[in-house]
């Protein structure tokens, strides 16, 4: 049979996912020229194989896609499993089928209330699913493709007991779910006196139990150490729930008519439409799953993958790191492995524009909120939260879709005082423009309009070479129901390129967990093991230049109705049906629709305008020049300012050598009078825009409720709660308030419910906090510099745009830890793509800067390699 490829065995092919799997196959013609063969356990009368296997009504009938074997195997009989192998083995050694490509496992029951066993003593659950595929499995290894093979295991969530899914139910916990099952003696899981149903009051707990033992994942880890393995992969696959036949052995026939056969299938269609990947799928999406990672066809992570990998059809990655692998991987000749901390979570809220920006949703959006800075003495002692989210997509999941590039003078400046030549605006913008589809500008030649757990512990490296070969991960998770926790570490290696993307936070973390950064790390020692890190490369900048934008929030009152706080009426439910059905109205808009970007040293301090010109003719307005970048930005919703110049810088530090600790952050806030100073100049200018809409005809009064000389009673009942302090207090009242700007991390003004009601006027339900008015009243016009100076002590904080804790430089590398093309000084194989890299953090949001960071960072390490390896 040289004209075939090779053979495709499958098991449990009688069943709803074996079935998909099979029709999958026989549909796709770039599968026609392979052999299969289809496992049941009575292939003579096998109704579902049959129908999928079928050519239809067509007349003639079309010769089959490939040709293919019916095999009847009962995998609970060991001497069934010799024979059948047996029988394969001869027929690959007499070429008469070509080796195999791919085994998948997939051949399951699970039973319930009664609990039965073979005739060698074996529960029948744990001979069927797990010990007769192990056998089949090393029978077969003989008859394997050794250089392109796969064996695919279909597991299931239930068959870890620290998995997350295991904390959904109580089935999972107590004394047969706290440990994990791989370190427990198989003998009573074998004999079925593991969790036997005898002991089950609840007629399928104890069945459900022993399935998810059967069911794990043992076989992958024990086969991936297999000498004989060769170039092979072993694959563990979670196809999610899906209306399989798995439970056609329930006494329950509501559970086998009702739950499986009527709502699970209901389920999995309406569950795909909000998460394709998530714990529901369609039986058709799980079958494409498995096939793409049996012939690696698919897409990341399905297609190319290192030995032993578990997959459950999801594709995690940061904001960098889903434009990296992207980008690579469009090379075909090409494996992108990208880590990622967090999950997918790929979920209705996270989609929801609006909705997806609250960043008190939690671990719903992969919000990393545990981080606290150090005191800062500039703003009164207070700490600030760098909020940022861990999962796929990275702080994408809480940007607001706020998409701004930063002015021309931005890049301007980095070429031209920072020798940065390579980084000039006519460098990045056609990156810019790469990851864009300006939908709303279709006609604009200056847009776009073409653009598409694991945590790094320490990088891999030879101290004396200065290569860097690959990232040592940890994956830790607690266990169900308890405060214990599982961490294991592995090393993932790299035949070409190790690229950071951990963000300005994590990334100089990780470098100096490796050795690499400046000689003395954490004067104060707080942690005794820190002096214990070696320094391999002595890289002063990183960690020592953290940079970021401060935000400074004015508030004015208004109607609920005309703000995003009608969301937390009954309005709520009908804006998000809207939503889901036409994908419009407040849920799917961004909380901040526009801003203003000005210079404060293009404002006239007496009228608090923008002046066009000097008086000289010259152009304040021109942002191609590195002066006339701005500093300052004004979010329309809120009226809120926002410093965009800074000049303080930070630190990031160690404060222990676990990698799952937090650093220690110095955050800059206010760490220059230059900053405060152009604080002072934003703040009123304003409450000068805040006085123009008041006067504008607005049909309600619009009286500040947060703003510097007016109602100081109301901020100090603020900073009474805990302001942005630490304590679970200061969460429960900012969480009352849904704030949905991510960039006001989290605003005061959003706090009325901590005393404030709600009277009628004019038949318009308005926030009120004029119990807090104490007679203080002022403009822009009256208020003092020493008001404001308060003011913006006791209410700034981030807005969320960490940076330049690992800076690029000129060949410099007292200054930088990157060169012009990402490369780390002194290693090779080791770049940056994240905030983290920038030089002087950009006028703008920095989301775009980061995806156009990422599109470069591709474009050098596509360039450096063509020359090597073959096309």
Known sequence: MSDTKGTILLTGANGGLGSAIVSHIVSSPEFAAYHGIYTARNATSAPSLDAALSPGTQSPPPPPPHSFDKVSLDLSRLSDVRKVAADINSRVAARTIPPIRAIVLNAGIEEFATQTWTEDGLDMTFATNYLGHWLLTLLLLKSMDRERGRIIWITSWSHYPQDRHNAYNAAYVGKYHNRDIISDDLEPIARGTWSPSKDDSTRWAAGYRRYGASKFHELQRRLDRDPLLGQMSVLALDPGAMPTGIVRLSDSWFLRVVMFGIMLPAMAAIWAWFSPNGSFRTMGKSARDVVAAAFACGPPPLCEQPKGVFLDGSEPGGTAGCVLASRLSEDPNVTVLVLEKGGVKDNMVSRMPLLSQNLFMGDTLQVQSARWSEPIPEANGRKTRPWTAEGMGGATRINAMLLTRGCRGDYAAWSDELGLGDWDWEHVEPYLRAIENAVAHPDSKARGHEGTGAIATRLEMDTESGIVSGVRIRSSQKLANTQASSTKDFLVKARREVIICSGAICTPQLLLLSGIGPKIQNPQKQDDDLKNIAVFKELPAVGARQADHYSFPIMLELPKKETFHVLE?????????????????????????????????????????????????????????????????????????????????????????????????????????????????????????????????????????????????????????????????????????????????PPPPALPNAGAGVHEDAGEEVARSSDHEEGNSKTWKNVTDGEIDDYIRRVSHTSLHFSCTCPMSNNDEKSGVVDQRLRVYGFKHLRFADASMFPRVPSGHTMAPVMMVAERCAHFVKEEWKDRCPE
Do not use: C
Not at 645 to 655: I, Q, S
Not at 707 to 712: H, L, R, S
């Open 569 to 745: 009426s009954l309005w709520g439910l009908w804006y998000i049906l809207l939503w889901v059905i036409f994908g419009t109205r407040l849920m799917g808009v961004t909380s901040t629709p526009s801003a203003i970007y000005v210079r404060t040293n293009a404002i006239d301090t007496e009228t608090m305008t923008v002046q066009a010109h000097e008086e000289d003719g010259t152009d304040n307005l021109d942002a191609s020049q590195p002066r006339n970048v701005p500093d300052t930005e004004i979010m329309v919703i809120p009226v809120n300012g926002l410093e965009r110049h800074p000049r303080a810088t930070g630190r990031v530090e160690l404060a222990s050598t676990d990698p799952l600790a937090n650093p220690r952050i110095t955050h800059p806030l206010l760490g220059d009078e230059r900053d405060l100073a152009a604080a002072r100049v934003a703040v009123r200018f304003t409450m000068r825009l805040a006085e123009e809409f008041q006067n504008s005809g607005y049909p309600y009064p619009a009286p500040f409720a947060f703003a510097p000389g007016n109602k100081p009673g109301l901020l100090r009942e603020w900073e009474k709660s805990g302001g942005e302090g630490e304590g679970e207090e200061e969460e429960e009242v900012i969480g009352t308030a849904a704030n949905p700007v991510p960039d006001i991390a």
